[in-house]
């Protein structure tokens, strides 16, 4: 087995959930199951095979579960392994710093826009997963 070495702890988590979009999805995760597509319109702006790679090393760490079902169209889905909700914790802290961080700058005269959850309707996103 090859042996790693960390100067801090940090440095473990950030290996797991570094990157622009790890902490993202697993926001996403952590309200529930979601299946590809509805990733995707989560978070608009990552590519498919970005969305895909990023899936898999977050499979590959035990951190999520995916679940095939055997129809057509595939379906697929994701979700948080028991593992994987240890980290709620740490991701609603990022959020919180995050909302703070934002309304700290919007304060200084930053245009800047938060979309919640809530402010995006279900019905407007086309579901095709």
Not at 7 to 36: D, F, S, Y
Not at 57 to 67: A, N, Q, S, V
């Amino acid at each position: 087995m090859k042996q790693a070495i960390y100067n801090i702890g940090v440095e473990a988590t950030m290996r797991i959930i570094g990157g622009k979009w790890k902490p993202i999805i697993l926001c996403h995760l952590k309200h529930g199951t979601m299946r590809t597509g509805q990733l995707r319109r989560a978070i608009p702006n990552i590519t498919q095979k970005m969305l895909t790679q990023q899936l898999r090393e977050l499979e590959d760490d035990g951190i999520i579960t995916r679940k095939v079902y055997n129809q057509i169209p595939p379906k697929v889905e994701y979700s948080l392994t028991d593992y994987g909700h240890s980290l709620n914790k740490i991701l609603e802290e990022l959020c919180v710093w995050g909302e703070n961080d934002i309304e700290m700058r919007k304060q200084k005269g930053e245009n800047i826009i938060l979309l919640n959850k809530e402010d995006v309707s279900n019905d407007a996103l086309p579901y095709a997963d």
